[in-house]
């Protein structure tokens, strides 16, 4: 079975740092795109950032210069590093699987469970 297993999150204040942990298993993890999405009450699904099977990244402007993704191939892992978090940050963040390496497709194959991220100001 496909599995996006996420881990991390929680509580921070303004200012602090998290990080975020993707495990994926059941599909050929090193050939896909991997992306995280976050969604805040009442906002649309927001895609964050993402990296390709090769390693180039993307990320959206709100992020740049404070939120690192990052991908493991031999240990099937995605990790996204969050710095000076702001209050704007705070939502339910989601790891996503797309089976176009490259990234350029936007539907979904697989998605994690979500986890919450509450920045306090």
């Known amino acids: 079975d496909v599995q996006l297993v996420q881990s991390g999150g929680g509580l921070v204040q303004a200012g602090g740092s998290l990080k975020l942990s993707c495990a994926a298993s059941?599909?050929?993890?090193?050939?896909?795109?991997m992306r995280w999405y976050r969604q805040a009450p009442g906002k649309v699904h927001e895609l964050v950032t993402s990296?390709?099977?090769?390693?180039?990244?993307h990320y959206t402007d709100s992020v740049k210069g404070r939120f690192t993704i990052s991908r493991d191939n031999a240990e099937n892992t995605l990790s996204l590093q969050m710095n000076s978090l702001k209050p704007e940050d705070t939502a339910m963040y989601y790891c996503?699987?797309?089976?176009?390496?490259?990234?350029?497709?936007?539907?979904?194959?697989?998605w994690g469970q979500g986890t919450q991220v509450t920045v306090s100001s």
């Open positions: 996503a699987a797309v089976s176009d390496g490259r990234c350029s497709v936007s539907d979904v194959n697989y």
């Open positions: 059941g599909f050929t993890y090193s050939t896909y795109c």
């Open positions: 990296i390709t099977s090769d390693g180039f990244t």
